[in-house]
């Protein structure tokens, strides 16, 4: 089968996850395969797919081979394939806009961004950049916050006719408007702000769901997370916290058996810790009451690896919007991105995303044509969905 050629924005600790993906499967068998939600989708495994062009703004990473990029300070995750070799294409400089806050510059250099001196493009250098590699879906892989430049991005995705895995939690799928202009070009999209394998939200929401099901009334609840990554040293900002927490609380929301009081969920970036590096630490906290209205308290404390487990759900993504473009099938793919994102067009619970998932990998669930008729008004959260 030929390749999945993909473009990446933000040569990170996601995308050096991601990279190494492909070449590390690229010798296993399904049966010694681990860490795969999905061994092959439509015949595709991960070492299908390869990176076609790549944008940052880090002096470290513009004009270096992907190969060697991907380890170049900052990146601090884990190198579980750090021999590979080089690939023949460069990662090229990008569109800077706010996706680097102000205050990373008074950081040490080894956990922050240098920019580089390189000219920034013009959005028909980077559609033509896009054409021209081959590359039939942009990966946003942005800092948090990065509004503007997410939204620059998703316009030379439209330009240049490819498809989008919107990875962080700027609304783009989940916003009707953008949604349409995706539908309009039958350009597949799936957002928004990637769930991890085995992550905070993802957690909290199985526990969540857990309490409803078990008829235990949730009063309230926190997750605090820490990190050592760049992703946790730009969110010192909470400026650029905004739809970040958006995201992560309504995910929370979403399987409540009632929604909570905003004063009673607290869901977010916590601190910086540098030496944790890219290993995410999360406390999860839920309150609530059960038989005969006795109180109950659960804590929770998971430590991961963040990128990895971001990047076994990004390879899981970006097959499915291959299997969308052999379909002829655009817009957003609603069952994806309620499986894999945060902040989808349209929540489920994750048992029925999942099965929803497994039917649209057997082309036995056709995704609804139209905009589901759930938003309030334009650019307003989705109301959750309880099929």
Known sequence: MRKIKIAIIGMGNCASSLLQGFYYYADKKSEDAIGLMHWSIGGYKPSDI???????IDKRKVGKDIAEAIFAEPNCTAMFCPDILKTGTNVQMGKILDGVSGHMKDYDPKHTFILADDPEPTQEEVVQALRSSGAEVLLNYLPVGSEQATQFYAECALEAGIAFINNIPVFIASNPAWARRFK??????????????????????????????????????????TGGNTDFLNMLNRHRLAS???????????VAAERLDPNNIHVGPSDYVPWQKDNKLCFIRMEGKLFGDVPMNLELRLSVEDSPNSAGVAVDAIRFVKLALERGQGGVLHAPSAYLCKH????YSDDEAYRMTEAFIENKLVDSPALPNIYQEEGKSPVASRR
């Open 50 to 56: 390869e990176v076609a062009v790549a944008f940052d």
């Open 184 to 225: 309009e070009k039958n350009l597949p999209l799936i957002g928004d702000d990637i769930k991890a394998q085995v992550g905070a939200t993802i957690t909290h929401r199985a526990l969540t769901d857990l309490f409803r099901k078990r008829g235990v009334k949730l009063e309230r609840t926190y997750q605090l997370n």
């Open 244 to 254: 970040k927490k958006e995201s992560k609380t309504e995910a929370i929301q979403a």
């Open 344 to 347: 989808p067009p349209r929540q």
